[in-house]
């Protein structure tokens, strides 16, 4: 609505601005409910669907009511969080002195004017938390196990297969070594046949990934993956180059939020950009040119996707200590599919505010410029002049100079969640460096990861090359 010098263009007088933020308001309402719908509501009934679906005495009826009985209490959360929202005082009454009730009629009429954004804010600022959790559990891990893993590549399927088969004859052995303690009629001890359960156990998984083994080194699969070898690496030290490249602009956010903002109770809200980065200074040039900023917003939201399902591949979905499932492709669970779903809807949810991490002016205003009075001495005249320059938007502009994005108002209704991405930030420099290290000292993985004795849920039959 803007031109690059300050002014509004022609058409963009008080009503039709205020007719696109509108507009562009109740879009967000729109996509921000679906995500509460399908958080809350869609994903909670389709698990415990699948739950009792486990049970093959249970009929298509009480699978039903028993995933909407579940799903109850995950809408009475939503309601809690929508109420809470609504009714947060963001701002007091001017007298002081007024009565309880025209607190709360001043509580009513503040939910009316703002139509219920603060509402709808509380509770997308609330998942966006629990997506800041999984970012920081996956995504940074996953910036740095993907490049390196697409570097690394897997070990050799011959290798693996000849070691297995030493491994299969080294079992055996044992096995019949405790056999012949029995052959003179003997019973065995107790912690033989204990040992002697376990050796088989392990004899079992050994002969099958014998079998998996065999059916991958003679794919054709295994051939084409290592003919693509050349740009694997290619792409490995792409996506690290890129790793750095976010980990280093928000680093220097971060930074000048700690030295140049208004403190913790703003949120570290910063006016203006004391230390400049890569994303906050290309994402505004962009601008310029449409496409080119959403086309590299959409890069960063598909960056961010990968490397969290990267991460989610190699850790395994956890709830504090207890591991709930393990990612694999063609073997996956459905319950796994829908939590890996849910996490990554939380993950893209805090990728809003990451993005505002990344290039904080970007996400206010854009490549807005407002015009100030500034003034200019000549000697020759010997007098002042007054002239109109533009300059940047930032948080210290005039209101009526500046439109503020309505992604933004979103985000920061509340300081206290601000204040508290703030920190989750460094915790997210923090684990990616952590997962960088131990990325670097792990070797290479087994070109059949995951087949081990708690993976019930195999096959034993069905020999698949997915688990290249």
């Not at 979905?317 to 990612?327: A, E, G, P, T």
Request: aromatic residues 14%; proline residues 3%; hydrophobic residues 45%.
């Amino acid at each position: 609505m803007k031109n690059q010098n300050g002014t509004f263009k022609d058409w963009a007088n008080a009503n039709v601005s205020r007719q696109i933020e509108d507009t562009v308001l109740y879009g967000y309402y729109t996509l921000y409910s679906v995500i509460l719908f399908c958080v809350f509501l869609w994903i909670p009934f389709v698990y415990f669907y699948y739950e009792e679906k486990d049970d093959d005495d249970t009929s298509k009826c009480t699978q039903i009511k028993t995933a909407l009985k579940y799903t109850l209490g995950f809408a009475v959360i939503c309601a809690l969080l929508l109420l809470i929202g609504a009714f947060v005082p963001l701002n007091v009454p001017n007298n002081k002195n007024s009565t309880e009730w025209e607190k709360v009629k001043f509580l009513f009429e503040e939910l009316g004017s703002s139509h219920g954004l603060a509402a709808l804010s509380f509770s997308i600022s609330s998942l966006t938390l629990i997506g800041m959790l999984a970012a920081i559990t996956y995504t940074a891990y996953g910036m740095s196990a993907l490049p390196l893993n697409l570097i690394k590549g897997t070990r050799s399927a011959a290798y693996e297969r000849l070691e297995n088969t030493e491994d299969i004859e080294e079992v055996e052995q044992h096995i019949q070594s405790i056999k012949s303690k029995s052959k003179d009629g003997r019973p065995l001890p107790a912690r033989d046949k204990r040992t002697l359960k376990q050796l088989e156990e392990r004899l079992r998984t050994l002969r099958k990934r014998e079998r998996r083994l065999e059916f991958i080194e003679n794919s054709c699969w295994t051939k084409f993956c290592g003919a693509l070898r050349p740009l694997k690496i290619i792409w490995g030290i792409f996506f690290i180059l890129v790793a750095l490249l976010f980990v280093i602009s928000l680093f220097l956010s971060n930074l000048d939020k700690a030295l140049h903002s208004a403190g913790i109770n703003s949120g570290f809200i910063i006016f203006g950009t004391n230390l400049s980065n890569p994303l906050n200074m290309l994402l505004p040039l962009l601008q310029r040119v449409f496409p080119l900023d959403y086309i590299l917003i959409t890069i960063i939201i598909m960056y961010f996707i990968f490397t969290s399902m990267a991460g989610i591949r190699n850790i395994g979905i956890w709830f504090f200590w207890i591991r709930l499932y393990k990612i694999r492709r063609g073997r996956t669970r459905p319950q796994a599919l829908l939590f890996l779903c849910m996490i990554l809807l939380l993950i893209v949810l805090h990728t809003s505010y990451m993005i505002y991490s990344l290039a904080p002016q970007y996400v206010m205003y854009g490549s807005q410029n407002y015009l100030i009075e500034s003034n200019i001495t000549y000697d020759d005249y010997k007098g002042n002049l007054t002239l109109s320059v533009p300059k940047r938007c930032d948080a210290d502009a005039p209101e009526d100079q500046c439109t503020v994005t309505r992604t933004y108002l979103f985000l920061h209704k509340f300081w206290f969640f601000s204040a508290v991405y703030y920190f989750g930030n460094w915790v997210f420099l923090g684990v990616f460096l952590i997962g960088l290290i131990v990325s670097c000292c792990k070797g290479k993985k087994s070109v059949i990861e995951g087949v081990d004795e708690d993976d019930s849920d195999i096959s034993d039959d069905e020999p698949s090359a997915y688990s290249i």
